[in-house]
């Protein structure tokens, strides 16, 4: 029910966009997330959007070089990384709750499958 692409190899400083394809229900009470996973690492938080009215937040190591944003229509979540460093390798997921608890990763009830984001120096 949900589909994240748009992963690839990068340069540090370079530019990527993460796509969350939404499908099988409706989202519009949900919160959508990014989360990213690092080998040998925790899965984070990165970023979500509320679907109705898109109140957003971020962790504050991307703040003001990512940005999340949806497109209703399409029933798209999208993440536009800016400036990337390599510290930002790792898998990128995207996920859906309806829980408030937006940064914790077993609040949430869907999860698409990992995107690889690759960024060398």
């Known amino acids: 029910q949900l589909q994240a692409s748009g992963g690839g190899l990068v340069q540090a400083g370079g530019s990527l966009r993460l796509s969350c394809a939404a499908s099988?229900?409706?989202?519009?009470?949900?919160?959508i997330s990014w989360f990213r996973q690092a080998p040998g690492k925790e899965r984070e938080f990165v970023a979500t959007?509320?679907?109705?009215?898109?109140?957003?937040y971020y962790t504050d190591s991307v703040k003001g070089r990512f940005a999340i944003s949806r497109d209703n229509a399409k029933n798209m979540v999208y993440l536009q990384m800016n400036s990337l460093k390599p510290e930002d390798t790792a898998v990128y997921y995207c996920?859906?709750?309806?829980?408030?608890?937006?940064?914790?990763?077993?609040?949430?009830?869907?999860w698409g499958q990992g995107t690889q984001v690759t960024v060398s120096s």
């Open positions: 996920a859906a709750t309806e829980n408030p608890y937006w940064t914790v990763r077993f609040s949430y009830d869907y």
């Open positions: 099988g229900r409706t989202f519009t009470s949900y919160s």
């Open positions: 959007i509320r679907w109705s009215g898109g109140t957003v």
